[in-house]
């Protein structure tokens, strides 16, 4: 279990699902997403795409991008690649709502309160992905 959190780790589950699919070390490896609402906003390094597809990632697996190098871009990205995605607060973007319903083989835990007060939400949902 991978769980990745935030924009700035949104490159993660990519390069986990591609990249690094056959590794034995990742290969079995169940990749979570947690989309926050209250992250940074602006622009990624226009030159991102180009990295990425000198690390093969390229053509129709960069399509969660839709041509923009922002973290929201990036937040799909992580979307589509993980196995599962944790809403982390109320406010996530209608927009970003809108692409993990496109996903429909996605396991979502919608966000159930903070992590402190709900925490066996949190297990269940762990849990979920090792049975």
Known sequence: MIHCLGWFSALAPVYLKTAY??????ERAKVLFSVDGNEEEGEIGEDLIKKLEFDKITGDLLDPLQGEVTPDALRRMAIHYSDGVILGQESVSPELIEYLRSEPDHKV?????????????????????TE
């Open 21 to 26: 699919k056959n590794d034995p070390y990742f």
């Open 109 to 129: 835990l919608e966000y159930p309160g903070p992590a402190v007060d709900h925490a066996e939400a949190y297990v269940d949902f762990y849990r979920s992905f």
